[in-house]
């Protein structure tokens, strides 16, 4: 019977990394290592959700590599650099009526490597006259002990 429970557990200890952590899928490579990691790739979205939603497009941008060589594909454009993508941002989002209140979903982290990560998920806005929305993927890359957002490749649902 003893053995019985030891397999029973062992069979757990070993499934348990395969399951869907705190809502969001991981294809981990070493759980420790990947939940610790993949918990500081979302933060970096939820950083800026939470600067988003407080009308803080500069910090809202933190998340993001500053580099000339940052890539944010969006409507049929693609911008490079990080202060070409900030003002981009700034331009199309003026106003605080214009940025509603931004909300992720559908986050799915998928592990590259050690320094690289993809993330593939929906976005949302809730303004008084609509409720655009779309799905995006960013591809993060990890500089000493922060993840940044390398390229982001975002689209928008098509309401016609």
């Known amino acids: 019977m003893q053995l019985r429970t030891l397999l029973s557990g062992l069979v757990l200890i070993l499934l348990v990394p395969a399951c869907t952590l705190n809502g969001h899928v991981s294809d981990a490579q070493s759980p420790k290592a990947s939940v610790s990691e993949e918990d500081r790739i979302l933060n970096v979205l939820a950083t800026q959700q939470t600067a988003w939603n407080a009308g803080d497009i500069e910090g809202f941008m933190q998340g993001y590599w500053q580099s000339p060589d940052l890539r944010f594909a969006s409507g049929g454009s693609v911008t490079k650099g ?25 986050l799915y982290v998928t592990r590259l490597g050690d ?3 993809i993330v593939h998920g929906a976005w949302a806005l809730q303004r008084n006259a609509d409720r655009p929305s779309g799905l995006f993927t960013l591809v993060f890359r990890k500089f000493g002990d922060d993840w940044k957002i390398v390229s982001d490749t975002t689209t928008s649902a098509d309401r016609s």
């Open 115 to 117: 320094d690289a990560a």
């Open 82 to 106: 990080w202060q070409e993508t900030l003002e981009r941002y700034q331009t199309n989002y003026s106003d605080r009526s214009l940025m509603g209140t931004l909300s992720f979903d559908e």
